[in-house]
């Protein structure tokens, strides 16, 4: 018998007026795993993770979190599915009215009700495994260059100790370097929790260094889902093409030539 | 082009927008009057909605006050009835002129403070970081607004009021010449509780629609600064609309008594 995925998509279909987005994704993400969706732009990838976290709702599908069903949910129970959450977000969005410390200590405060003098105290620790300082914790998020705002993101994310992160193109405008400390720090606190993380993003160097298993989505459908050690002997001319970054090959993409 | 479907079109769209907001306002009732209350926000918005909006709405009270005497003074003194100048004043401030001018004033301040707050959190994904953060955002950024809107700006309107009567008694004592004493006797002695209760009552619908439509076009922003910016006309506009028709609406409740 096998154990139940931590999460586990199911006919996944989405449609914005008439343009269709996801058109029935199945997926499975065990325990402890960490899976990355990669894909072009504007192939889904974002709608996926908000589908799960039922920012939008999809038109039809199942999401099971530890075989619960979710879709549809609402009030204390979403609430109570949340919990197991947390989410780096691509802009990073950070709250702009509040400091750094209580941009990380938000959801232990207002979600968790943990005293203000507590959970200032995780806050600066999360801070320090993302190597950030006590002094960043009083500052404001607009003071921050763009990797110090998704560092402080991530000890947010983290923060109430999720057993599920998302991961919205963590090294997106970053620098190279940056990128890969992004990359380290979210395998060592991915590790360190223990936590299941669904990661989107088109940086392949990203992509490696995450993945334990690697899924790759195009036009709606999931074309390849296997784990990081075969990306390179897929044997799938459309992800060969995209682990390449060649121009050339079955992905068109719709850009008018001269 | 078919007029016909036109018209329709237009219809629906905007029986389309009537229900949402309809849907936002319930919902944003329901979270603000169920706890948990954020205090403390409540507080800071009180601060910004109501504390900072006093100078603006004093100077709009103070010349609305001034000129009412003027025009109110020549008006009378075509049939001989110059004495009721102070009375008409008090009761044209404190029952129309200090909610709806001063309403207008906020709408155009606050309402549109908070769609371009509210907007920039939708576009930069902070709305969407709340509720990965077991935080809902109508109890979180909602429902504290229109607590505070709603509170402070029958507070405003008082000050509102006092200002207005006191930009009357100036040009009345100063340049039409009437006596002090008899100006502000016949500001009192004619002046009656529903006069002022009324008006506050107006100023707290004014405040409950300014903090809605500042969220509701905060909330359905999309598509980066120039949606933020469109958000913020949208309130603007909207919030001075609503408060025109509430206005007629709220003076025909208390007229029919």
New interface residues.
Partial sequence: MTATPKISIRGLRKSFGSKLVLDGIDLDVERGESLVIIGGSGSGKSVTL?CV???IRPDAGSIRIDGTEVVGLRGDAR?EM??K???L???A????SLKVWENVA??LI???HMPRAKAREVALQKLAQVGLGAEVGELSPAELSGGMQKRVALA?AIA?EPEII?FDEPTTGLDPIMADVINDLIVQCVKRLGATALSITHDMASARKIADRIAMLYKGRLIWVGPVKDIDHSQNAHVDQFIHGRAEGPIQMEVLRP | MNVLALIGRVILDGLETAGRMGMFAGNGVRHAVLPPFYFRLIGRQMLAIGYFSLPVVGLTALFTGMVLALQIYIGSARFNAESAVATIVVIGITRELGPVLGGLMVAGRVSAAIAAEIGT?RV???I?????????PFK?LVAPRLWAATITLPLLVLVADTIGVMGGYLIGTQKLGFNAGSYLKNTLDFLETADVVSGLVKAAVFGFIIALMGCYHGFHSKGGAQGVGRATTDAVVSASILILVANYIVTELFFAK
């Fill in positions: 908000k976290l039922g920012l609430d949340l919990r959450f947390g989410m977000f691509q802009g969005a950070l709250f702009d938000f959801g207002e979600g968790r947010r109430a998302f | 959190m930069t994904e902070q969407d970081a709340l509720v990965t953060l077991s935080t809902n979180y």
